[in-house]
């Protein structure tokens, strides 16, 4: 058992959050993924991952490509995990 299953009473799974908009503040269901890295610090083929939703999308790509380290944007399938493409496999 794990001291986070102690403090909720129960030893199962804690139950799935809502992909939310990785911008500041925003509190709105994400519909897509911005994947990128830092070449400085990450090996090329590793992918972090930005959240967003329609209204801040453009302005995480925009942060992200200016700074160059912006990759791909990606759709966000509801009910899989980020960092999966639409047929299920790695990206």
Known sequence: MNVFDLAAGT???SPA???VCARKACRADA???LLW???KIH???RRKI????DDHRPWLEDYLQTRGLWK???VLVPGREPGM??????G
Do not use: R
């Open 11 to 13: 030893a199962g799974p």
């Open 17 to 19: 959050t809502a992909a």
């Open 31 to 33: 519909s897509w993924q």
């Open 37 to 39: 890295n830092n070449p």
């Open 43 to 45: 090996t090329p083929e």
């Open 50 to 53: 930005w959240l967003a939703c």
């Open 72 to 74: 791909e944007t990606a």
């Open 85 to 90: 493409s639409p047929a299920g496999q790695d």
